[in-house]
């Protein structure tokens, strides 16, 4: 059984960062489970204080980062409350080893009908059990956090997270073979709480990243709850305590090898690296590209996010070669499945990366003087062809279109800005195509080791690899030769 122990207890009030970490470390480090209401209570509180307009506080000088004071009784109180509304909910048949479906839907219903009834969903800090219990508001991760951590508290230590990039559900049954939507997703959805993760044509969608999502153990969904704190105190103001918490946090659980297989937790940590750097840790960069190995190791390289992390990265450090490759490798995971109207916020990072971002990059090196400008460079068109095939891609075969012409003109500008003698350099070669739902079309690529060859001579495609249902490279290039001979 987890537990809030001795050893625990001994620990309040707490007083500094390095209390907490010995708290999580004391949790972690125990034979028996970490207890996941705890922990929850613990990080919400703290987060809630320091990022709450109330949080008058003045930081006791001696402290030197000053925390709330986290008396024992408070978080008793909390811990207990939790406790309470979970067991005398839900009876318990100790006969069973194992959750049932029923028992899981019965926690989700009560979850679900003790939140307030309307509230703005998507605002900061309603991922805690802190946030449950003091304002009866959780988001989407946060309902899916506190029925677990409710099964838990049951004694159903085969309940677990189950985390896509934009969603949250459960799976249990003897070695996790069930699964059970638990919370809702998006705005305007029907709620599918108590049903089995699609096997129909959502399942194609990236909501589900195809079957491969972070089935987390308890220790995992330690990392889940600190990756969810969240430190913003506005939108452009983080409290400092908190973000240093959460980036100790990350480590000791990246220490003890449980941010493995969780990519997103990785990119978590190296968002914060960027921002301050920890003495004698491997530099943000490195923390990126494991993110990366993560993916393609455990899910068959079906998440986007550990590219676009990187690629965010390189994009802020004005390594705009680096920032294409990382985007055009992006954009070959999302080219394999199907858009659907759950994706949006996946939609949302790709619109922004090619009508903002690469746009911006554009103005910046055609308006500079700099010799090495990455227009000459026939690899970074390279990139930005892959980055645009695997969007058309993505959309080819989905009920939902996902270009239009909002698109183009961004597309068009940009290709153009590279001249015909740097495009001509660029080969592509196009390889048999790919048996499974998405054949190859305009460029084509094996699973990401692309055999783009910088040879010169025009552009090779066959005939039956071309689909004449949305741009190929010729048409865009065609439509940017346009561009150029009309300016
Ligand atoms: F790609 C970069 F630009 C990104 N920057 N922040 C990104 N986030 C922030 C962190 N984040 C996450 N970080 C850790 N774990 C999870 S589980 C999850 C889905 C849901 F919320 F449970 F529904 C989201 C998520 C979502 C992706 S991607």
């Not at 001249?419 to 998405?438: E, H, P, S």
């Amino acid at each position: 059984m987890a537990g809030f122990r001795a050893t625990d207890k001994a620990l309040f009030p707490i007083k500094n960062i390095k209390t907490v970490v010995q708290l999580f470390r004391n949790q972690l480090e125990h034979s028996q489970e970490p207890d996941l209401s705890l922990l929850s209570i613990v990080a919400g509180v703290i987060e809630n204080s320091l990022t709450s307009r109330s949080n008058l506080q003045i930081c006791e000088p001696v402290e030197h980062n000053c925390l709330p004071n986290l008396d024992l009784e408070t978080i008793t109180l909390m811990y207990s409350k939790f406790q309470t509304i979970i067991k005398n909910a839900v009876e318990v048949n100790k006969q069973r080893k194992y959750a049932t479906r029923e028992l899981v839907k019965k926690v989700s219903d009560v979850i679900w009908n003790s939140l307030t009834r309307s509230y703005y969903k998507d605002r900061a800090h309603l991922q805690s059990l802190y946030s449950y219990l003091s304002g009866s508001k959780l988001d989407c991760f946060g309902v899916a956090f506190a029925v677990v951590a409710g099964c838990q508290v049951l004694g159903y230590n085969d309940v677990h997270l189950a985390l896509s990039e934009d969603h949250a559900w459960v799976v249990f049954g003897e070695n996790g073979s069930e699964t059970a939507e638990v919370t809702w997703h998006g705005k305007g959805n029907e709620d599918k709480r108590g049903q089995e993760i699609g096997k129909g044509v959502s399942s194609r969608s990236w909501l589900y990243v195809n079957n491969k999502p972070v089935v987390c153990t308890r220790h995992m969904e330690v990392a889940a709850l600190v990756s969810a704190i969240n430190p913003s105190l506005n939108s452009n103001q983080d409290a400092y305590e908190v973000s240093e918490l959460q980036q100790e946090l990350l480590w000791l659980l990246y220490d003890l090898g449980h941010l493995k297989k969780y990519p997103m937790a990785i990119g978590n940590l190296g968002d914060l690296e960027e921002i301050s750097s920890r003495e004698g840790r491997v530099e943000c960069r490195v923390l990126f590209e494991e993110a990366i190995k993560s993916s393609r190791s455990y899910y068959n390289n079906q998440h986007v996010y550990p590219y676009t992390y990187q690629g965010g990265y390189f994009y802020r450090n004005k390594m705009y070669k680096e920032a294409f490759e990382s985007w055009a490798n992006a954009s070959d995971v999302i080219r394999l499945y199907n858009y659907s109207r759950d994706d949006e916020e996946i939609y949302k990072e790709f619109l922004e990366i090619a009508n903002e971002l690469i746009p911006h990059i554009m103005k910046i090196e055609s308006s500079g003087f700099s010799a090495n400008t990455i227009l000459k460079k026939p690899e970074c068109f390279a990139h930005l062809l892959r980055f645009y095939d695997g969007i058309c891609q993505w959309e080819e075969g989905s009920a939902t279109p996902v270009l239009h012409i909002g698109w183009a003109k961004p597309l068009v500008n940009t290709i153009s800005k590279f001249d015909a003698d740097v495009r001509a350099q660029v080969n592509i070669l196009c390889d048999t195509v790919q048996d499974g739902a998405k054949k190859n079309a305009g460029i084509c690529n094996n699973n990401n080791n692309n055999n783009y060859e910088k040879e010169n001579g025009a552009q090779t495609e066959t005939k039956d690899e071309k689909d004449t249902n949305f741009p190929t490279i010729e048409a865009l290039t065609a439509a940017c030769s346009e561009k150029l001979l009309n300016p």
